[in-house]
T-cell receptor, first 114, second 114 residues
Framework: ETGVTQTPRHLVMGMTNKKSLKCEQH?????MYWYKQSAKKPLELMFV???????ENNSVPSRFSPECPNSSHLFLHLHTLQPEDSALYLC?????????????FGPGTRLTVT | AQTVTQSQPEMSVQEAETVTLSCTYD???????LFWYKQPPSRQMILVIR??????QNATENRFSVNFQKAAKSFSLKISDSQLGDAAMYFC???????????FGKGTLLTVNP
């Protein structure tokens, strides 16, 4: 595997379910990100992890719970979601720090909450 | 707060022609970076081109070039000799020099007509 991978690619879940999204980067980066992409809206940054430490939580509801066990893996645990949480969830990684470090994105998980 | 505005929700271009996508941003910072990302249908978002604010010279990557007008806070993307594979959603993004958070615009959907 190369780049940033995400599983599953598609997920349908009920509002009472618990599921997890997984992201893995094979680029040697030390910063990882979760974004939410909804139609007609800019990408919304949800969480940032820098060297496994959460450095940003953009007022995300507690029904979204991130986990970063190491610099290569990032999870997003989901529970009691709402239909408005249906969206494409993108993971990204980059080198941490200043400079023109670009973010590399995964293919996303298309989440549908029924 | 920094904002990024893409005023063209959709654009279309004939194959082999040139198209320009607009982006404006609002910031009080002097040290920042600007990016254009491309998201093809159902495929991963990839970086197209980047520009450091301290550089006066406009960035160029093969058929892609930018027109960076710092005083006007404008950062447009020009695609020359458009190809069918250029069809995608294009996002303009901004980050400050000391923070790796990206702020995205809402995107411009580019259609390339054969």
């Amino acid at each position: 595997e190369t780049g940033v991978t995400q599983t599953p690619r598609h997920l349908v879940m009920g509002m009472t379910n618990k599921k997890s999204l997984k992201c893995e980067q094979h680029l040697g980066h030390n910063a990882m990100y979760w974004y939410k992409q909804s139609a007609k809206k800019p990408l919304e940054l949800m969480f940032v992890y820098n060297f496994k430490e959460q450095t940003e939580n953009n007022s995300v509801p507690s029904r979204f719970s991130p986990e970063c066990p190491n610099s290569s893996h990032l999870f997003l645990h989901l529970h009691t979601l709402q239909p408005e949480d249906s969206a494409l969830y993108l993971c990204a990684s980059s080198q941490a720090g200043t400079g023109t470090y670009e973010q590399y994105f995964g293919p996303g998980t298309r989440l549908t909450v029924t | 707060a920094q904002t990024v505005t893409q005023s063209q929700p959709e654009m279309s271009v004939q194959e082999a022609e040139t198209v320009t996508l607009s982006c404006t941003y609002d910031t009080s910072e002097s040290d920042y970076y600007l990016f254009w990302y491309k998201q093809p249908p159902s495929r991963q978002m990839i970086l197209v081109i980047r520009q450091e604010a301290y550089k006066q010279q406009n960035a160029t990557e093969n058929r892609f070039s930018v027109n960076f007008q710092k005083a006007a806070k404008s950062f447009s993307l020009k695609i020359s000799d458009s190809q069918l594979g250029d069809a995608a959603m294009y996002f303009c993004a901004y980050r400050t020099g000391d923070n790796y958070k990206l702020t995205f615009g809402k995107g411009t959907l580019l259609t390339v007509n054969p």
